[in-house]
C-alpha cells in the first residue's frame, strides 16, 4: 500500500516566491525516504504540505486525500519529530511524551493507564525511561532530541516526519537515533525525513528524493539515485561516491 501519493505538488508563497514545483512521487508503506538537498531547496515546504500546514492539492495519505482528514485522524496516521522545540512549562518528562496520545483522547479526557503504559514503553524504547519523572529543563541538547522521538513514538502513528533527526547531535546521540530509526523501519512504519548530509540518506534510507530548487531532481531506491553524477548535479559542487568494502562513502 502507499503510505503517500504526491501528484503534481506545487506551492508558492504569498510573497509570490515559488517553493516547489510540478512534484509527483510515491511512498510505499514501509519505507524510509530522504528527502535531500540543499537549504532552500523545497524539504521543508514539502513537509508543511504532508503535515497540513500548507495546502495543495493532490496529496493523499492511504489512498485517501489528506485534505478529507480531521485533525485527530491525521495525528493517528502521521507524527511529526521536529528539530527543536520550546518548553512553556517544566513538565516530566512522562507527562510531554503523553502529549503523543492526544489524538486518542476525548474532549476534556485525560490519559488513561494504558496510555500511561504506551508512553513510558515509548520513554524505554529511547533510553529515558530511568528519567521519566524528571524535569524537561534539565535535558541535554541530545537527550532532548530523544524526548522528541519518544512523544511521536507513543503516538503510534505509521508514518513519522522527522526535520534534520541528527542535525544537532554528538556522534554518541546521533548512532542513538540512527538504531531507534532502524528499528521503527524493522516494525514497517513509514519514515521520512530531510537532510542535506547525503551519507545520512545513504546510511539510513531506503529511497531518496533530491530536490533542487523546488523541482524534484529525482527519486528512486539510495542506489538507484545516489550516484557522483546526480549528487555533483545536486549540489552544484563535485561529489564523490565509493565503495570500501560493504561501506559506501561519499564525500
Not at 127 to 144: F, N, P, Q, V
Request: charged share 20%.
Amino acid at each position: 500500500m502507499r503510505s503517500v501519493q504526491m501528484e503534481h505538488i506545487s506551492y508558492t508563497y504569498p510573497t509570490g516566491t515559488k517553493a516547489l514545483h510540478d512534484i509527483s512521487l510515491e511512498i510505499e508503506e514501509g519505507s524510509t525516504v530522504a528527502l535531500l538537498g540543499a537549504n532552500g531547496a523545497g524539504k521543508s515546504t514539502l513537509m508543511d504540505l504532508l503535515l497540513g500546514w500548507k495546502h495543495s492539492q493532490g496529496i493523499k495519505l492511504f489512498d485517501k486525500p489528506l485534505s478529507s482528514y480531521g485533525r485527530k485522524e491525521l495525528g493517528r496516521c502521521m507524527a511529526l519529530v521536529p528539530q527543536s522545540e520550546n518548553y512553556n512549562f517544566s513538565f516530566t518528562l512522562l507527562d510531554y511524551t503523553l502529549f503523543g496520545r492526544a489524538p486518542y483522547l476525548s474532549e476534556m479526557g485525560s490519559p488513561t493507564e494504558n496510555d500511561v503504559d504506551i508512553a513510558y514503553e515509548a520513554l524505554k524504547e529511547v533510553g529515558l525511561a530511568s528519567y521519566a519523572k524528571r524535569s524537561i529543563t534539565s535535558l541535554s541538547g541530545g537527550e532532548h532530541q530523544l524526548l522528541l522521538l519518544s512523544r511521536a513514538i507513543a503516538q503510534q502513528s505509521k508514518v513519522l516526519l522527522l526535520d534534520e533527526p541528527t542535525s544537532a547531535l554528538d556522534p554518541a546521540n546521533r548512532q542513538k537515533v540512527m538504531k531507534i530509526l532502524e528499528h521503527l523501519h524493522e516494525q514497517k512504519k513509514t519514515l521520512i525525513f530531510t537532510t542535506h548530509d547525503a551519507n545520512l540518506a545513504y546510511e539510513l534510507a531506503t529511497h531518496v528524493a533530491m530536490l533542487k530548487q523546488g523541482n524534484l531532481l529525482c527519486f528512486g531506491t539510495k542506489e538507484e539515485v545516489v550516484t557522483t553524477e546526480m549528487l555533483t548535479t545536486l549540489y552544484e559542487t563535485k561529489m564523490t561516491v565509493c565503495s570500501i568494502g560493504e561501506k559506501t562513502l561519499i564525500y
